[in-house]
């Protein structure tokens, strides 16, 4: 059974999930964390540094954080979902969410992690 409230379920023994808003907070604390700071941070970043050096360290964070999870296909993705989510207030969600739309099932708010 799925877990909502955390965002964490198996669907079945072959199949880890994680919710996208789930993600997208642990995005935003990895991120906040490597650049010193919280969500309001991270925003200041990117203006204080550029998008660029934003986008490489933020892609750095976000593969290392879904490695961990398990999910290095996915990481691959994670380049693009960075570029993207740049235009967004809120980075770490933006970046779930696009992670989503590349899964194994796209789209369906939760990240297939395997």
Do not use: C, H
């Given at each position: 059974?799925l ?9 079945d023994a072959?199949q880890v999930?994680?919710g996208?808003k789930?993600?997208g907070?642990?995005f935003n ?7 010193g ?9 990117i203006?204080?540094k ?7 360290l933020?892609?750095?964070?976000v593969?290392s954080r ?5 999910a290095?296909?996915l ?5 693009t ?7 967004y207030?809120d980075v770490?969600?933006?970046?779930a ?12 708010g ?5």
């Open positions: 059974m877990n909502q409230t955390f965002g964490v379920g198996k669907a072959a999930k994680v996208v789930f993600a907070a642990v604390t990895a991120i906040g964390f490597a650049i700071g919280g969500a309001g941070a991270i925003q200041a970043f203006v204080k550029g998008k660029k050096e934003a986008q490489k933020f892609t750095r964070t593969v879904l490695k961990a999870w398990g290095p296909k990481a691959a993705a994670v380049g979902s960075v570029t993207i989510a740049l235009n207030a770490g969600t933006q970046i969410k696009q992670l989503d739309k590349r899964d194994k099932r796209p789209n369906n939760w990240i297939d992690l395997y």
